[in-house]
């Protein structure tokens, strides 16, 4: 059974980076049949996609956030990181990594599994 | 690309069927069939319930169904039961490996 687990510190300074890992067991994340990706969770809002991840290394990013988001994917350790820079409290949130599928070569499927999510508090 | 649009809140009593509409564009929603949908219980992850319009995962019961009319896309839940009391988000895709969620739809049984 897939799992993905999320791990990174819980508390981040204003004006710093963010820093998540996601670490997959039960699969490979080189599979070439998926992409890997971020979501994040307000306190008592919505979900917001952050961006997804080929194994080969190839991103695609919320153009929203593009500019302080960067994905990376480390195959020999089966993880993929989130980096997220400047960071006020409005990014405090609930952070989940998920799988989607491939889909004629683009990420159109579906976010079919997800981690348990792991809160970052921005604060001084 | 903005949001996709859900209505804050839904109800229903138990047996009765209650539909979340999901609102997008051309570019998102109306433009491919690839929406879905996720049920979320407080403090828990999202669960894939229906994927590509009206697809539905193994194990997720057939009370869900999900369907497509233009730039809006529904979720049905018939059979109404206690546990179905959760939030449920829609999302789509939207081009250019871009995901959109929706702003989310609680669902209370009455």
């Known amino acids: 059974q897939l799992q993905l687990q999320e791990s990174g510190p819980g508390l981040v300074k204003p004006s710093e980076t963010l820093s998540l890992t996601c670490t997959v067991s039960?699969?490979?994340?080189?599979?070439?049949?998926?992409?890997w990706g971020w979501i994040r969770q307000p306190p008592g809002k919505g979900l917001e996609w952050i961006g997804s991840i080929y194994h080969s290394g190839s991103t695609y990013y919320n153009p929203s956030l593009k500019s302080r988001v960067t994905i990376s994917v480390d195959t020999s350790k089966n993880q993929f990181s989130l980096k997220l820079s400047t960071v006020t409290a409005a990014d405090t949130a609930v952070f989940y990594c998920a799988r989607s599928g491939l889909r004629d070569g683009y990420n159109r499927g579906p976010l079919d599994y997800w981690g348990r999510g792991t809160l970052v508090t921005v604060s001084s | 690309q903005s949001a996709l649009t859900q209505p804050p809140s839904a109800s229903g009593s138990p047996g009765q069927s209650v539909t979340i509409s999901c609102t997008g564009t051309n570019s998102d929603v109306g433009g491919y069939n690839y929406v879905s949908w996720y049920q979320q219980h407080p403090g828990k992850a999202p669960k894939l319930m229906v994927y590509?319009?009206?697809k539905r995962p193994s194990g997720v019961p057939d009370r869900f169904s999900g369907s497509k009319s233009g730039n809006t896309a529904s979720l049905t839940v018939s059979g109404l039961q206690a546990e179905d009391e959760a939030d449920y988000y829609c999302?789509?895709?939207?081009?250019?490996?871009?995901?959109?969620f929706g702003g989310g739809t609680k669902l209370t049984v009455l």
């Open positions: 590509e319009v009206s």
């Open positions: 999302s789509s895709y939207a081009g250019s490996n871009i995901v959109l």
């Open positions: 039960g699969g490979s994340i080189s599979s070439s049949n998926y992409f």
